[in-house]
């Protein structure tokens, strides 16, 4: 088989495609960039998930309050 039959060929082009992006993959899942970059991510996540605990906590406090006046008004 010719080298340009190779680079023709859809399974080589696979085969080589998939290499490169594991090769430059790894080197970038190791990098400080990645590092920075999944800490970061993970900071905002903590951070929404706590503001929506805090949100829910207020509605829940909001509709007993609510619940209690109309109680009180009946």
């Known amino acids: 088989m010719k080298i340009m039959d190779c680079i023709k060929d859809k399974k080589f082009?696979?085969?080589?495609?998939?290499?490169?992006a594991a090769t430059y993959?790894?080197?970038?899942?190791?990098?400080?960039?990645?590092?920075s970059m999944?800490?970061?991510g993970l900071a905002k996540g903590m951070?929404?998930?706590?503001?929506?605990?805090e949100a829910l906590q207020n509605m829940?406090?909001?509709?007993?309050?609510?619940y209690y006046d109309a109680d009180?008004?009946?």
């Open 25 to 35: 993959g790894m080197k970038f899942l190791k990098s400080e960039k990645a590092r």
């Open 47 to 53: 951070k929404l998930k706590k503001d929506a605990l």
């Open 60 to 66: 829940k406090e909001e509709a007993e309050d609510i």
């Open 13 to 20: 082009l696979c085969f080589a495609g998939g290499f490169a």
């Open 72 to 74: 009180k008004s009946e």
């Open 38 to 40: 999944a800490v970061n």
